[in-house]
């Protein structure tokens, strides 16, 4: 369905200057923080295992068990935490960026896989700003909807996409 535009060509022509980028909020990072703590905890465990008196649980379970595992404890501690390090860097990767040709999105879908999205301006049939107070929709021209990943500064987000949609004669509400 075309929509109501400006003279031919007019609203295709306009770009947005630069990429702009919209990082998570830190409410979408709190699991990857809580991730990370109990991997640090579970760390530190390990080390006091390592220090513990013969005979402790902790000493029991981390230095005597130990003998009979294929990866030492210690290493396991480690890799555990830069696991936890990448949960949380993962983690403040995602969001939305406002491109020339249209708007990218990077989230994570099942099991921590990476997906990335990208919505070119002249498939973007509507915005929708008025669904949450943290999200932002977007209707696209076969008519299915999705909503951009949770950002920072929802604000700023919405007066970036006001502006590029204005100037793309793409309806919005909100």
Same mark, same amino acid.
């Given at each position: 369905? @075309?929509?109501?535009?400006?003279?031919?060509?007019?609203?295709?022509?306009?770009?947005?200057? +630069?990429? +702009? +980028?919209?990082?998570?909020?830190?409410?979408? %990072?709190?699991? *990857?923080?809580?991730?990370?703590?109990? %991997?640090?905890?579970? @760390?530190?465990? &390990?080390?006091?295992? !390592? /220090? @513990? *008196?013969?005979?402790?649980?902790? !000493?029991?379970?981390?230095?005597?068990?130990?003998?009979?595992?294929?990866?030492?404890?210690?290493?396991?501690?480690? =890799? &555990?935490?830069?696991?936890? &390090? #990448? @949960?949380? =860097?993962?983690? !403040?990767? %995602?969001?939305?960026?406002?491109?020339?040709?249209?708007?990218? /999105?990077?989230?994570?879908? $099942?099991?921590? $896989?990476?997906?990335? +999205? !990208?919505?070119?301006?002249?498939?973007?049939?509507?915005?929708?700003?008025?669904?949450?107070?943290?999200l932002?929709?977007?209707?696209?021209?076969?008519?299915?909807?999705?909503?951009?990943?949770?950002v920072?500064?929802?604000?700023?987000?919405?007066?970036?996409?006001?502006? =590029?949609a204005?100037?793309? #004669?793409?309806?919005?509400?909100?």
């Amino acid at each position: 369905m @075309a929509r109501d535009s400006r003279p031919p060509g007019y609203d295709m022509a306009y770009q947005p200057a +630069r990429p +702009r +980028r919209f990082g998570r909020s830190w409410r979408a %990072c709190l699991p *990857a923080y809580g991730y990370l703590a109990a %991997c640090v905890a579970f @760390a530190a465990f &390990v080390a006091h295992g !390592h /220090t @513990a *008196a013969p005979g402790t649980i902790a !000493h029991t379970w981390v230095i005597e068990a130990s003998a009979g595992r294929a990866l030492p404890s210690a290493t396991f501690a480690l =890799v &555990v935490v830069l696991a936890g &390090v #990448a @949960a949380v =860097v993962q983690a !403040h990767l %995602c969001g939305v960026t406002v491109r020339p040709d249209g708007i990218e /999105t990077l989230d994570t879908a $099942f099991l921590g $896989f990476p997906r990335v +999205r !990208h919505y070119a301006w002249p498939v973007i049939d509507r915005l929708r700003f008025d669904l949450s107070p943290r999200l932002v929709g977007v209707e696209l021209w076969d008519r299915t909807r999705d909503f951009l990943p949770e950002v920072e500064d929802k604000q700023a987000l919405v007066e970036a996409l006001t502006e =590029v949609a204005e100037a793309r #004669a793409i309806p919005y509400r909100g």
